[in-house]
């Protein structure tokens, strides 16, 4: 897999839209904004930080980790969620 980064134009006088970069979530291609972190990227697939875990890059990165965690260009992500039932 290439890795990408986007450019964004400018948005104002003085402005710019933030850069994204190209990551797989579960396999799928997904753009996100550079600089999220893996607990930016839960919110935003608004997903339930208590039902989910995370792999980064064949990695398990632990729920308190997450905050600190950023997703580089190219990075592998699966975001697996548990699911009750009986």
Do not use: Y
Not at 1 to 17: D, K, L, Y
Not at 26 to 36: F, K, L
């Amino acid at each position: 897999m290439i890795a990408e980064r986007g450019c964004q134009p400018s948005v104002g006088f003085g402005e710019t839209a933030p850069l994204t970069i190209l990551v797989q979530v579960n396999g799928e291609e997904r753009r996100i904004r550079e600089g999220q972190t893996i607990a930016d990227l839960i919110r935003v697939m608004d997903l339930d930080p208590e039902q989910v875990a995370v792999e980064l890059d064949r990695r398990i990165v632990k729920r308190a980790h997450w905050p600190g965690t950023n997703v580089s260009a190219g990075s592998q992500l699966e975001i697996v969620q548990f699911v009750g039932g009986g």
